[in-house]
T-cell receptor, first 111, second 114 residues
């Protein structure tokens, strides 16, 4: 079982719609969760972090965490063409003292 | 505050050579982690340094090594390069050590091995 799994995509959404990205993880002891955005040819850029169960909102982005289900998601509201990128879910793996990344979900926002 | 910087940005080497990549963390950040990113394997953890000590190492052969200096700058070295080492090498810095800390990535060094 992979440590962090994301819906593979690609995900295509029309401009103005909500993009929903999902991520599951295997380490029940994980406490820190991060979403990064990576444009083609660029390095990952932190969008947000979440540590507690529930929702965390930052502008058009909402992260949702459910530790019991070992599930974290990212919603992008009012999607814009500039949101077209690959989104990486990262989870701390306590047993190995490292941050593990999912394979990423590529999002394309159609104008 | 200036972000994480990495040099060089692009590098072409041939098989069997060695390469050294450099990373300067955000000012005040004491932890530096290195990752390899390839289309097939995604982002994979190489190692983390904090206070000049390697705290953790990923599942890579001994050809991959690194170090950290007293000013928190870090270098990684790959010896006896193989074609499969072609990748984007990313450095990330954080205030403190550990996987809980928020990591900020540099622009990366794109290495091509011929």
């Amino acid at each position: 079982q992979k440590e962090v799994e994301q819906n593979s995509g690609p995900l295509s959404v029309p401009e103005g719609a909500i993009a929903s990205l999902n991520c599951t993880y295997s380490d029940r002891g994980s406490q820190s969760f991060f979403w990064y955005r990576q444009y083609s040819g660029k390095s990952p850029e932190l969008i947000m972090s979440i540590y507690s169960n529930g929702d965390k909102e930052d502008g058009r982005f909402t992260a949702q965490l459910n530790k019991a289900s070992q599930y974290v998601s990212l919603l992008i509201r009012d999607s814009q063409p500039s949101d077209s990128a690959t989104y990486l879910c990262a989870v701390n793996i306590n047993a190995d003292y490292k941050l593990s990344f999912g394979a990423g979900t590529t999002v394309t926002v159609r104008a | 505050k200036a972000g994480v910087t990495q040099t060089p940005r692009y590098l072409i080497k041939t098989r069997g050579q060695q390469v050294t990549l450099s990373c300067s963390p955000i000012s005040g950040h004491r932890s530096v982690s290195w990752y390899q990113q390839t289309p097939g394997q995604g982002l994979q953890f190489l190692f983390e340094y904090f206070s000049e000590t390697q705290r953790n190492k990923g599942n890579f052969p001994g050809r991959f090594s690194g170090r950290q200096f007293s000013n928190s700058r870090s270098e990684m070295n790959v010896s006896t390069l193989e074609l499969g080492d072609s990748a984007l090498y990313l450095c990330a810095s954080s205030l403190e050590a550990g996987s809980d800390a928020t990591q900020y990535f540099g622009p990366g060094t794109r290495l091509l091995v011929l």
